[in-house]
């Protein structure tokens, strides 16, 4: 076994790649693009050494061309759920006494394959799968899970030099063991990096895990798998397994081995994770780490010192790309009385602007939502709108499912701050807007703090530097990650830790070392050099 204290290499960004006309990388993507396309995937459970494949098949099919097929997932039944706990377990030993360094060797090489040969597939699949126009599926699938890849193995160094004081006669040190048991990774649709981070950052610490990625997902979920293997991860640390959610979580849940979740998802969803742990907790040999990153409601507040252009930008920006479907998207704004009708110029102007369609067209800033519930959803509330007193829609409105799920991004007006579609998170390309009076600037600061039951991101334009403090301490706790002059989405791994509280999740902090601690067990271990022999302290001495 080598030996020395090993430094990895240090943690760089990945560079966005333009895609700019006549550019290789697009050629490449969109060659890839048509390939994929054109070729039916099959993808099976991954179960220790084995591909599994039950017969039980779910199609997979384009957000933004529901009747094309490119290709099909196999469902798991509960047997399965407890094969790949078994096996989990089984690989669970060797895998946590591999040195650290060689596990960091598997994962830095992924994210190396990602940056190189497997980029241009790891982004069309996602343009394939999601629906995501190419800028933010190169920001998402590429970039952001190097980043996850590349600065995780540097928090892991980070974490394992954090050592206690010794001195000459006794020495201390912390050992940062990974969990009893196994984890449990649950992944949304919505970013791939986030579904190659949660089963990765965990294994990376030594755990072994049952992965459980979103079926909207599973198309994009292959091409990780596909890397994590290239780069040598060996058989039974990440299990992969699809189907009913319900039935793999409870067959997860009832096992004593269940050593933690590490869950991106909707909050009704990670409620209902805490009940069933709470319901299992004396089946445990641990109390189960529970890390989730749930729901937003996240805000757009301008000043009315802010620069309209600014704003303006940031509501297109933070509240349409990828269709809203992110859980930092900004979907309610509030905006000063005296700024309104320049903004709403130029709102107007940069709406009229916007395409929507399919991905492969690169003109395209809008493409499709994820499924029919989701269209469907989306579409009652326009419909709402459309028939409430206090609700007027300014832009957009229309919505088309003939051929792909499209909801055109809607700008909705309300004269109620607390109307609907300002407290309840719909997860799509619609934003509501509230104008308030100027010199209601403070109070109106406690009613978006008050608003909305989440507080993931949030975001302040203002040129006034008393008005930016002012806000960024009211909203203090409205908002896990605040931004100042600037769009509330787009957290950047190593430099915008990204969670959010109450109830958008445990704020654990994905792209930094305070996530990655979650997965260890910390153990302190004294040595003492000269053993005391004699019991009698010196005061028994009189």
């Known amino acids: 076994?080598?030996?020395?204290?090993?430094?990895?290499?240090?943690?760089?960004?990945?560079?966005?790649?333009?895609?700019?006309?006549?550019?290789?990388?697009?050629?490449?993507?969109?060659?890839?693009?048509?390939?994929?396309?054109?070729?039916?995937?099959?993808?099976?459970?991954?179960?220790?050494?084995?591909?599994?494949?039950?017969?039980?098949?779910?199609?997979?099919?384009?957000?933004?061309?529901?009747?094309?097929?490119?290709?099909?997932?196999?469902?798991?039944?509960?047997?399965?759920?407890?094969?790949?706990?078994?096996?989990?377990?089984?690989?669970?030993?060797?895998?946590?006494?591999?040195?650290?360094?060689?596990?960091?060797?598997?994962?830095?090489?992924?994210?190396?394959?990602?940056?190189?040969?497997?980029?241009?597939?790891?982004?069309?699949?996602?343009?394939?799968?999601?629906?995501?126009?190419?800028?933010?599926?190169?920001?998402?699938?590429?970039?952001?899970?190097?980043?996850?890849?590349?600065?995780?193995v540097e928090f892991m160094t980070q974490i394992y030099q954090d050592q206690p004081k010794s001195t000459s006669d006794?020495?201390?040190?912390?050992?940062?063991?990974?969990?009893?048991?196994?984890?449990?990774?649950?992944?949304?649709?919505?970013?791939?990096?986030?579904?190659?981070?949660?089963?990765?950052?965990?294994?990376?610490?030594?755990?072994?895990?049952?992965?459980?990625?979103?079926?909207?997902?599973?198309?994009?979920?292959k091409v990780i798998i596909d890397v994590f293997k290239e780069a040598g991860l060996p058989d039974g640390v990440i299990n992969v397994v699809m189907g009913d959610a319900a039935m793999i979580s409870e067959t997860v849940y009832a096992s004593p081995d269940f050593a933690g979740i590490h869950f991106t998802g909707s909050t009704g969803v990670f409620k209902d994770i805490f009940r069933h742990i709470g319901a299992n907790?004396?089946?445990?040999?641990?109390?189960?780490?529970?890390?989730?990153?749930?729901?937003?409601?996240?805000?757009?507040?301008?000043?009315?010192?802010?620069?309209?252009?600014?704003?303006?930008?940031?509501?297109?920006?933070?509240?349409?790309?990828?269709?809203?479907?992110?859980?930092?998207?900004?979907?309610?704004?509030?905006?000063?009385?005296?700024?309104?009708?320049?903004?709403?110029?130029?709102?107007?102007?940069?709406?009229?602007?916007?395409?929507?369609?399919?991905?492969?067209?690169?003109?395209?800033?809008?493409?499709?939502?994820?499924?029919?519930?989701?269209?469907?959803?989306?579409?009652?509330?326009?419909?709402?709108?459309?028939?409430?007193?206090?609700?007027?829609?300014?832009?957009?409105g229309g919505y088309d499912k003939s051929k792909g799920w499209f909801i055109e991004p809607t700008v909705i007006v309300t004269t109620n701050p607390k109307y609907k579609t300002m407290e309840t998170e719909l997860f799509g390309p619609i934003i509501t807007i509230y104008i308030y009076e100027d010199k209601d600037w403070k109070s109106m600061l406690d009613l978006v703090d008050t608003t909305s039951p989440y507080a993931l991101t949030g975001a302040i334009f203002a040129r006034e530097r008393y008005a930016i403090n002012e806000a960024t301490h009211a909203l203090r706790n409205a908002a896990g990650n605040f931004y100042i002059n600037d769009k509330p989405t787009g957290a950047v791994v190593g430099m915008q830790p990204f969670g959010g509280a109450r109830g958008s999740g445990t704020n654990d902090k994905a792209g930094s070392a305070q996530n990655l601690l979650r997965w260890v067990s910390p153990r302190t271990i004294k040595e003492t050099f000269v053993t005391p022999a004699d019991y009698r302290y010196p005061f028994l001495g009189e």
Request: glycine fraction near 6%.
């Open 1 to 152: 076994m080598l030996k020395g204290f090993f430094n990895v290499p240090t943690a760089v960004n990945e560079p966005v790649k333009t895609y700019k006309p006549g550019s290789p990388e697009k050629e490449a993507v969109l060659a890839e693009y048509k390939r994929m396309w054109n070729e039916k995937i099959d993808m099976p459970l991954y179960i220790g050494a084995e591909e599994v494949r039950t017969g039980n098949l779910r199609e997979m099919r384009p957000p933004h061309d529901h009747q094309h097929v490119v290709g099909h997932y196999h469902k798991a039944e509960k047997k399965h759920v407890e094969q790949a706990i078994a096996a989990a377990l089984s690989a669970k030993n060797d895998w946590e006494n591999l040195p650290w360094e060689q596990r960091a060797g598997i994962f830095l090489k992924a994210a190396e394959l990602i940056a190189g040969p497997y980029r241009a597939k790891m982004n069309a699949a996602t343009m394939i799968a999601q629906s995501k126009n190419i800028f933010q599926a190169e920001i998402d699938a590429a970039c952001e899970l190097i980043d996850f890849l590349r600065y995780n």
């Open 170 to 221: 006794m020495w201390n040190r912390t050992e940062y063991r990974p969990l009893e048991g196994f984890v449990y990774a649950v992944t949304p649709f919505n970013f791939t990096a986030i579904a190659g981070n949660l089963p990765s950052c965990a294994a990376l610490m030594g755990n072994t895990v049952v992965w459980k990625p979103a079926d909207t997902q599973a198309f994009s979920a």
């Open 281 to 396: 907790i004396d089946v445990y040999k641990t109390y189960p780490r529970i890390v989730g990153e749930t729901g937003g409601k996240d805000f757009i507040v301008a000043h009315p010192s802010a620069n309209v252009r600014q704003v303006v930008t940031g509501i297109v920006r933070g509240a349409f790309e990828f269709q809203g479907q992110k859980c930092s998207a900004a979907s309610r704004a509030y905006l000063p009385k005296s700024l309104w009708p320049a903004i709403k110029e130029e709102l107007m102007k940069d709406m009229a602007t916007l395409k929507m369609g399919s991905p492969e067209d690169f003109s395209n800033f809008i493409t499709a939502v994820i499924h029919e519930n989701s269209f469907d959803k989306l579409a009652s509330y326009i419909e709402q709108a459309k028939k409430d007193a206090d609700a007027e829609i300014i832009a957009g």
